[in-house]
């Protein structure tokens, strides 16, 4: 079956960064386009970020020059490096598997909390 395991969360202070990864396994990993998501609390769930399986990548407007997304066919990660964090980024962050422009799989989620 398809997994997904998310890892890099944490507390940060604004201004700072962290680097999500997240291994996929169960799947031809280079074949799917990639997504992260984030859910905050209050807020509908959103997207953050895809790389296709061609390495195109797409942003929400608010992440746009703070957010990188990139992936290792290799060893079957995705990662998600986040930049000049803002309070307003705390969330749950998800990988998902994408088909068709839509998430298929999620990982369990992973905390990115950015208070001081």
């Known amino acids: 079956q398809v997994q997904l395991v998310e890892s890099g969360g944490g507390l940060v202070q604004p201004g700072g960064s962290l680097r999500l990864s997240c291994v996929v396994s169960?799947?031809?990993?280079?074949?799917?386009?990639m997504g992260w998501y984030r859910q905050a609390p209050g807020k509908q769930r959103e997207l953050v970020a895809r790389?296709?399986?061609?390495?195109?990548?797409n942003y929400v407007d608010s992440v746009k020059g703070r957010f990188t997304i990139s992936r290792d066919n290799a060893k079957n990660m995705v990662f998600l490096q986040m930049n000049s964090l803002k309070p307003e980024d705390t969330a749950v962050y998800y990988c998902?598997?994408?088909?068709?422009?839509?998430?298929?799989?999620w990982g369990q989620g992973t905390q990115v909390t950015v208070s001081s």
């Open positions: 790389i296709t399986s061609g390495g195109s990548t």
């Open positions: 169960g799947i031809i990993f280079s074949t799917y386009d």
């Open positions: 998902t598997v994408e088909f068709f422009g839509s998430p298929q799989h």
